[in-house]
């Protein structure tokens, strides 16, 4: 089964070769934008859990420390019974609160899939050490007890002040871990940003190229055929109306025209080969009738010079009569011919004036299309630009965040020195201030990305901008191509309009070479009756050979201005090709 071979309309055509670019515009955004908030939704969530469980692991090493002091000032002794019973329950409620918190940041970690993280030089994992935590964790915790059962004012022991180290040591390898981990996300993520700017770069090429191959084939459909209806008209214009090769088109607007031009040549090409065809019979016809007047003129002179001897020549006179009266007839005959083929001449000029005056109402309705879409254009042309004012604000921002990010920075590394003034006691905030000064390179290196995003995108923009500006050129190329179109079309019109007139010319002169055939072959009966009737009425009968005579001459020069007219019509014939 043959395929069915899909055409698309004019319209259709120019509106896929402007949406097409903008489609694919919009579908690489969002597949940026979205793909863009999929990784920032990976990093906060990251973030939030490393940032919350290194936050935990810092309060619980608080609490911890905190415990030893209230363990410190209840082993110093001098205090009341009632300032040892707050510091006891302080001790023991910081004792609580930190494995409290270790506890939620291990839960936490478990959920986030933490718990089997080590250090780049460990073989520890998370989870190890978090259970041996626990287990000197609950040591420490006895020895404490058993410690403060003794109020004999004595110094902590060297192990447990060594298990208390080795305790807050895990939490620090804890948070250094985190730290690592962090680290190594966010070098991933910018490993994923890099791959993923290089996929959207090739994705972006490979659009460009989409766009660029089908522009091309359909300017190159559009142009094909309007130069072939260019190359058509013309030949109609310069006379030449032979057959043409078929021309492969679509069922679009300008296919519909270049049939309807077809459709014209060949309709003029049929009238012209008729006419050629009935003024080649014309031409026969009336030199036969100049044959046939000169005979007549002779056979007149012949009858005026014979005159005096009637009785002799009567008869001589008799046939001569009888010869122009047959000859007038033929004459008739071929009169009545010419004016049914001019009648039918007269018929195909009016219907291809017809054609014409169709075809130059559909290239008019072909230009106002084609004005149509050039304001499409143009509006298009501002929708872009507008875009690309957008773009530069976002990049404005952007730069806000850069100078907001590095004032953040400056103000945490402010905060980390006076944190380093304060000593032991300024040791979390130090922590504090390095997670803000990471936030704040965070932020930078984000603005950083958007700055380079709004780069290619007004890149991008420019690069449409370019398209649609060749876009409206191409239009403008069309319009003047139709404008040549519209005035072969007047043209046409101008040399149909003129062989009209004089086909019009050619039926008033038949029309008068029939009435005055009519008449000679009366008067030529009458001749002939009077010649058999009476031999005696010479005054009669010269009269009548006179008058006779006047009218040859009347039909001799009719007969030459039929062949004038004949050879002005097969002049303006022969300037068309048909064959």
């Given at each position: 089964?043959?395929?069915?071979?899909?055409?698309?309309s004019?319209r259709?055509?120019?509106?896929?070769?402007?949406?097409l670019?903008?489609?694919m515009?919009?579908?690489?955004n969002?597949y940026i934008l979205?793909?863009?908030?999929?990784?920032?939704?990976?990093?906060?969530?990251?973030?939030e859990q490393?940032?919350?469980?290194?936050?935990?692991?810092?309060?619980?090493?608080?609490?911890?420390?905190?415990?030893?002091?209230?363990?410190?000032?209840?082993k110093?002794?001098?205090?009341?019974?009632?300032r040892?019973?707050?510091?006891?329950?302080d001790?023991?409620?910081?004792?609580?609160?930190?494995?409290?918190?270790?506890?939620?940041?291990e839960?936490?970690?478990?959920?986030?899939?933490?718990m089997?993280l080590?250090?780049?030089?460990?073989?520890?994992?998370?989870?190890?050490?978090?259970?041996?935590?626990?287990?000197?964790?609950?040591?420490?915790?006895?020895?404490?007890?058993?410690?403060?059962?003794?109020?004999?004012?004595?110094?902590?022991n060297?192990?447990?002040?060594?298990r208390?180290?080795?305790?807050?040591?895990?939490l620090?390898?804890?948070?250094?871990?985190?730290?690592?981990?962090?680290?190594?996300?966010?070098?991933?993520?910018?490993k994923?940003?890099e791959?993923?700017?290089?996929?959207?770069?090739?994705?972006?090429?490979?659009?460009?190229?989409?766009?660029g191959?089908v522009?091309f084939?359909?300017?190159?459909?559009?142009?094909?055929v309007?130069?072939?209806?260019?190359?058509?008209?013309?030949?109609?214009?310069?006379?030449?109306?032979?057959?043409?090769?078929?021309?492969?088109?679509?069922?679009?607007?300008?296919g519909?025209?270049?049939?309807?031009?077809?459709?014209?040549?060949?309709?003029?090409r049929?009238?012209?080969?008729?006419?050629s065809?009935?003024a080649?019979?014309?031409s026969?016809?009336?030199?036969?009738?100049?044959?046939?007047s000169?005979?007549?003129?002779?056979?007149?002179?012949?009858?005026?010079?014979d005159?005096q001897?009637?009785?002799?020549?009567?008869e001589?006179?008799t046939r001569g009569?009888?010869?122009?009266?047959?000859?007038?007839?033929?004459?008739a005959?071929?009169?009545a011919?010419?004016a049914?083929?001019?009648?039918?001449?007269?018929?195909?000029?009016?219907?291809?004036?017809?054609?014409?005056?169709?075809?130059?109402?559909?290239?008019?309705?072909?230009?106002?299309q084609?004005?149509?879409?050039?304001?499409?254009?143009?509006?298009?042309?501002g929708?872009v630009?507008?875009?690309?004012?957008?773009?530069r604000?976002?990049?404005?921002?952007?730069e806000?965040?850069?100078?907001?990010?590095?004032?953040?920075?400056?103000?945490?590394?402010?905060a980390?020195?006076?944190?380093?003034?304060?000593?032991?006691?300024?040791?979390?905030?130090?922590?504090?201030?390095?997670?803000?000064?990471?936030?704040?390179?965070?932020?930078?290196?984000?603005?950083?990305?958007?700055?380079e995003?709004?780069?290619?995108?007004?890149?991008?923009?420019a690069?449409?901008?370019?398209?649609?500006?060749?876009t409206?050129?191409?239009v403008?190329?069309?319009?003047?191509?139709?404008?040549?179109?519209?005035?072969?079309?007047?043209?046409?019109?101008?040399?149909?309009?003129s062989?009209?007139?004089?086909?019009?010319?050619n039926?008033?002169?038949?029309e008068?070479?029939?009435?005055?055939?009519?008449?000679?072959?009366?008067?030529?009966?009458?001749?002939?009756?009077t010649?058999?009737?009476t031999?005696?009425?010479?005054?009669?009968?010269?009269?009548?050979?006179?008058?006779?005579?006047?009218?040859?001459?009347?039909?001799?020069s009719?007969?030459?201005?039929?062949?004038?007219?004949?050879?002005?019509?097969?002049?303006?014939?022969?300037?068309?090709?048909v064959?």
């Open positions: 089964m043959k395929k069915r071979r899909i055409s698309l004019l259709a055509k120019l509106l896929l070769l402007m949406s670019p903008i489609l515009y919009a579908g690489s969002v979205s793909k863009y908030g999929a990784d920032m939704s990976n990093a906060n969530a990251l973030f490393t940032n919350e469980i290194t936050t935990n692991v810092l309060n619980a090493d608080r609490d911890l420390y905190q415990s030893l002091s209230a363990y410190q000032l209840l110093s002794g001098g205090m009341s019974q009632d040892a019973s707050l510091a006891q329950e001790m023991l409620a910081n004792v609580k609160q930190a494995s409290e918190r270790l506890q939620k940041a839960e936490i970690a478990n959920s986030a899939g933490m089997e080590k250090k780049s030089d460990g073989d520890t994992t998370v989870q190890e050490i978090i259970a041996s935590f626990r287990e000197n964790f609950k040591v420490w915790v006895d020895d404490l007890g058993s410690s403060l059962a003794v109020s004999d004012g004595t110094a902590p060297e192990d447990f002040m060594n208390f180290i080795e305790l807050r040591g895990s620090n390898t804890i948070g250094e871990i985190l730290e690592e981990y962090a680290g190594a996300q966010s070098e991933l993520s910018k994923q940003l791959d993923f700017k290089l996929q959207s770069y090739i994705g972006i090429a490979a659009c460009v190229i989409a766009i191959v522009s084939f359909i300017i190159r459909n559009l142009y094909r309007v130069g072939y209806m260019i190359s058509l008209t013309r030949a109609v214009a310069d006379g030449d109306l032979r057959p043409r090769p078929a021309f492969k088109r679509g069922n679009d607007e300008l519909k025209i270049a049939d309807s031009i077809e459709t014209m040549a060949s309709s003029l049929g009238l012209i080969g008729t006419i065809e009935n080649d019979h014309v026969a016809s009336s030199k036969q009738m100049q044959l046939t000169k005979q007549s003129t002779e056979a007149a002179s012949s009858v005026a010079v005159i001897s009637v009785s002799d020549g009567m001589s006179q009569a009888e010869e122009s009266a047959r000859a007038i007839v033929e004459m005959v071929g009169i011919r010419v049914e083929n001019t009648s039918s001449i007269s018929e195909y000029s009016t219907a291809t004036s017809q054609k014409a005056e169709q075809g130059q109402q559909q290239i008019d309705l072909l230009v106002s084609m004005q149509g879409i050039k304001s499409v254009i143009q509006s298009l042309s929708i630009d507008s875009l690309n004012e957008r773009s604000e976002i990049g404005q921002i952007a806000q965040i850069t100078s907001f990010s590095n004032q953040t920075n400056i103000l945490s590394l402010n980390s020195i006076e944190a380093a003034r304060a000593g032991e006691h300024g040791r979390g905030f130090t922590v504090v201030a390095g997670e803000i000064r990471n936030l704040a390179a965070a932020s930078l290196q984000s603005a950083t990305t958007i700055n995003l709004v780069a290619a995108t007004q890149g991008e923009v690069s449409a901008t370019g398209v649609m500006t060749k409206l050129t191409e403008e190329q069309g319009s003047k191509l139709l404008a040549n179109v519209t005035e072969s079309f007047t043209q046409i019109r101008g040399s149909i309009e062989i009209a007139s004089q086909i019009h010319d039926s008033a002169i038949t008068q070479m029939s009435a005055s055939s009519e008449q000679v072959s009366a008067t030529m009966e009458q001749s002939a009756h010649a058999q009737l031999l005696d009425s010479t005054r009669s009968v010269a009269a009548a050979t006179e008058e006779q005579l006047a009218l040859m001459e009347d039909i001799t009719a007969a030459d201005q039929l062949q004038r007219i004949v050879s002005q019509l097969t002049e303006s014939v022969t300037s068309f090709k064959k």
